[in-house]
C-alpha cells in the first residue's frame, strides 16, 4: 500500500510523542514492504532531505507560529498528498480534522489520531480552544476512521458524539538492559542508597556512559522527568513537589518547546537556588536512552487524558513510572506502576515520591513488573500489525475491528 503520514514535525523525531510514533510506525510499515511517505516540516527538521531508513519524505514551509505552524504545514501537505495516490493517508492532532476530508477526493482512505483532549491544553485559550474543541466533531464526519489512543478517549467520543472510534495504542521497545551497573560498584542493601566505589578499581565516573558524565550524574541517583515545557505537562507542579524532598537525588528534566519563552522562565525561576534541578533541553538517541535507562523512577504529572508515548518508553526502559492518577494514566500502568492523587496533586506527589526515595526495594518491584506490561499490549509488532490490517481492511470496504479483538485472534 501507499502511505502517507501528515501533520506532526516529521522524522526522525526531535521533539515529542507524534514525532517518537510516527518514526517508529514509519519505518517499520517500509519493513513490511509498503511505500511510506512522512511529510517533514523543512525549518525543524533540515538535514534529512528525501529519505530515511527505507521511508520517503517530502519537506513543506510552513508558518512557525504557535498557531499557523501544524495547521499551514497539514494544509499543504494535504494539497500535495492529492496528486500522490495514496492508498491511505493518516493524520495526528485532532486540530488537523478540517483538512481530512480533502484526499478522499482522490480516492485515498484516511485516518485521524486525536489525542485525548487537545482542547484542554493550556497553550490555547479563546478562539483557538474552541477551534480546537469544534474539531472534534468534524474529525468524525470527515474521517474514513478516528483512532483513540486510549479507551477513555474512545468512551469519551462515544458519549459525547455517539461516534465509535478505534482504539489504537501506542507501542514501546524493551530496552531494559541498558542499565549501567558496574562491577566495580556495589549497592548497599536498600536499593535506593548510592552506589558505593571500591577503592581497588578504577573511578565510577570515568566510565560511567556519556550523557551521565557530561551531567555529572550517578546511576540511581536521579529522578527522571521528559516532556515539552507546556503548561499541561505539570512541570512545575513536579518542580514545587521535588523541592520539597528530604534527598540528595536529583531531579533531571528533559525538554524544551518553542513560542512558551513565558512559561519556560517560569520554570528555572521555580527551580532557582536548588542544585539538585538539572535542565538538560532536549535530548535524543544515545544521551536520551542513557538518562532514560539510569534513572531511580520516572515521574508523569501531566493530567490531560490521552496516552504519553514518552510514558510508554519510560515503560520500555523497565523503570519504576509515577503518574497522576487520570483515567488514561491508570489504563497504561495497570498494576505495574505507582501513582499520586490528582485531587490532592503537590501533597500527594511529595508523600509518594518520599516514599519511593526512601524504599528502594518499592522501586525495583515495580521494574521487575513494568516490562510485562509493555510485551503483553503495547507491543511495536503488535501495533503495527494492526495497523495494517486496518489500513487494509478500509481500502477493501470491509468492517474495522478493535485492537483487543485483534490480539484475541492472533493469541486464539
Same mark, same amino acid.
Given at each position: 500500500?501507499?502511505?502517507?503520514?501528515?501533520?506532526?514535525?516529521?522524522?526522525?523525531?526531535?521533539?515529542?510523542? +507524534?514525532?517518537?510514533?510516527?518514526?517508529?510506525?514509519?519505518?517499520?510499515?517500509? @519493513? &513490511?514492504?509498503?511505500?511510506?511517505?512522512?511529510?517533514?516540516?523543512?525549518?525543524?527538521? $533540515?538535514?534529512? $532531505?528525501?529519505?530515511?531508513?527505507?521511508?520517503?519524505?517530502?519537506?513543506?514551509?510552513?508558518?512557525?507560529?504557535?498557531?499557523?505552524?501544524?495547521?499551514?504545514?497539514?494544509?499543504?501537505?494535504?494539497?500535495?498528498?492529492?496528486?500522490?495516490?495514496?492508498?491511505?493517508?493518516?493524520?495526528?492532532?485532532? !486540530?488537523?480534522?478540517?483538512?481530512?476530508?480533502?484526499?478522499?477526493?482522490? /480516492?485515498?482512505?484516511?485516518?485521524?489520531?486525536?489525542?485525548?483532549?487537545?482542547?484542554?491544553? !493550556? $497553550?490555547?485559550?479563546?478562539?483557538?480552544?474552541?477551534?480546537?474543541?469544534?474539531?472534534?466533531?468534524?474529525?468524525? $464526519?470527515?474521517?474514513?476512521? %478516528?483512532?483513540?489512543?486510549?479507551?477513555?478517549?474512545?468512551?469519551?467520543?462515544?458519549?459525547?458524539?455517539?461516534?465509535?472510534? =478505534? +482504539?489504537?495504542?501506542?507501542?514501546?521497545?524493551?530496552?531494559? *538492559?541498558?542499565?549501567?551497573?558496574?562491577?566495580?560498584?556495589?549497592?548497599?542493601?536498600?536499593?535506593?542508597?548510592?552506589? @558505593?566505589?571500591?577503592?581497588? &578499581?578504577?573511578?565510577?565516573?570515568?566510565?560511567?556512559?556519556?550523557?551521565?558524565?557530561?551531567?555529572?550524574?550517578?546511576?540511581?541517583?536521579?529522578?527522571?522527568?521528559?516532556? &515539552?515545557?507546556?503548561?499541561?505537562?505539570?512541570?512545575?507542579?513536579? =518542580?514545587?513537589?521535588?523541592?520539597?524532598?528530604?534527598?540528595?537525588?536529583?531531579?533531571?528534566?528533559?525538554?524544551?518547546?518553542?513560542?512558551?519563552?513565558?512559561?519556560?522562565?517560569?520554570?528555572?525561576?521555580?527551580?532557582?537556588?536548588?542544585?539538585?534541578?538539572?535542565?538538560? /533541553?532536549?535530548?535524543?538517541?544515545?544521551?536520551?536512552?542513557?538518562?532514560?535507562?539510569?534513572?531511580? +523512577?520516572?515521574?508523569?504529572?501531566?493530567?490531560?487524558?490521552?496516552?504519553?508515548?514518552?510514558?510508554?518508553?519510560?515503560? /520500555?526502559?523497565?523503570?519504576?513510572?509515577? %503518574?497522576?492518577?487520570?483515567?488514561?494514566?491508570?489504563?497504561?500502568?495497570?498494576?505495574?506502576?505507582?501513582? +499520586?492523587?490528582?485531587?490532592?496533586?503537590?501533597?500527594?506527589?511529595?508523600?509518594?515520591?518520599?516514599?519511593?526515595?526512601?524504599? /528502594?526495594?518499592?522501586?525495583?518491584?515495580?521494574?521487575? &513488573?513494568?516490562?510485562?506490561?509493555?510485551?503483553?499490549?503495547? *507491543?511495536? @509488532?503488535?501495533?503495527?500489525?494492526?495497523?495494517?490490517?486496518?489500513?487494509?481492511?478500509?481500502?477493501?470496504?470491509?468492517?474495522?475491528?478493535?485492537?483487543?479483538?485483534?490480539?484475541?485472534?492472533?493469541?486464539?
Amino acid at each position: 500500500m501507499k502511505i502517507a503520514l501528515i501533520g506532526s514535525r516529521g522524522i526522525p523525531a526531535r521533539y515529542s510523542g +507524534f514525532e517518537q510514533f510516527y518514526e517508529q510506525f514509519a519505518v517499520r510499515l517500509a @519493513e &513490511r514492504g509498503h511505500e511510506v511517505t512522512v511529510y517533514n516540516r523543512s525549518h525543524f527538521i $533540515k538535514d534529512v $532531505k528525501k529519505e530515511y531508513k527505507g521511508v520517503r519524505i517530502v519537506s513543506l514551509p510552513s508558518i512557525p507560529t504557535k498557531h499557523l505552524d501544524t495547521i499551514v504545514h497539514t494544509a499543504l501537505s494535504t494539497l500535495h498528498a492529492l496528486f500522490c495516490r495514496y492508498d491511505v493517508v493518516y493524520y495526528c492532532i485532532v !486540530g488537523n480534522s478540517p483538512l481530512v476530508w480533502i484526499p478522499r477526493l482522490a /480516492g485515498a482512505k484516511t485516518l485521524i489520531n486525536v489525542d485525548g483532549e487537545d482542547w484542554a491544553r !493550556g $497553550k490555547w485559550s479563546g478562539f483557538a480552544k474552541t477551534y480546537q474543541k469544534w474539531c472534534e466533531g468534524v474529525a468524525c $464526519k470527515a474521517a474514513n476512521a %478516528v483512532i483513540a489512543d486510549a479507551k477513555g478517549i474512545l468512551t469519551r467520543y462515544r458519549e459525547l458524539y455517539n461516534h465509535e472510534t =478505534i +482504539f489504537v495504542p501506542y507501542g514501546a521497545n524493551i530496552r531494559k *538492559n541498558l542499565r549501567f551497573i558496574p562491577d566495580f560498584a556495589q549497592k548497599s542493601e536498600d536499593r535506593g542508597q548510592k552506589f @558505593e566505589e571500591r577503592s581497588d &578499581r578504577p573511578n565510577a565516573q570515568s566510565l560511567m556512559p556519556n550523557a551521565l558524565k557530561k551531567y555529572n550524574l550517578r546511576p540511581e541517583e536521579y529522578i527522571f522527568y521528559v516532556g &515539552r515545557f507546556v503548561p499541561e505537562n505539570a512541570i512545575d507542579l513536579l =518542580i514545587r513537589a521535588f523541592r520539597r524532598l528530604k534527598t540528595e537525588k536529583k531531579l533531571v528534566v528533559v525538554g524544551d518547546a518553542p513560542y512558551a519563552d513565558g512559561f519556560k522562565k517560569s520554570l528555572y525561576e521555580l527551580a532557582a537556588g536548588d542544585e539538585r534541578i538539572i535542565f538538560t /533541553g532536549y535530548a535524543f538517541g544515545d544521551d536520551y536512552a542513557q538518562l532514560s535507562a539510569n534513572a531511580y +523512577f520516572y515521574v508523569q504529572p501531566a493530567g490531560i487524558d490521552g496516552t504519553r508515548p514518552a510514558l510508554l518508553d519510560q515503560m /520500555g526502559f523497565g523503570n519504576c513510572v509515577l %503518574v497522576r492518577n487520570s483515567i488514561v494514566n491508570m489504563e497504561v500502568i495497570g498494576d505495574c506502576g505507582c501513582f +499520586f492523587d490528582k485531587e490532592r496533586l503537590e501533597d500527594s506527589l511529595v508523600e509518594v515520591m518520599q516514599e519511593l526515595v526512601e524504599n /528502594g526495594d518499592k522501586v525495583q518491584g515495580y521494574r521487575e &513488573r513494568v516490562t510485562s506490561r509493555i510485551e503483553s499490549y503495547y *507491543n511495536w @509488532e503488535w501495533v503495527t500489525a494492526f495497523y495494517e490490517d486496518l489500513f487494509l481492511r478500509l481500502k477493501e470496504g470491509r468492517p474495522a475491528i478493535q485492537y483487543d479483538d485483534f490480539l484475541k485472534a492472533i493469541h486464539g
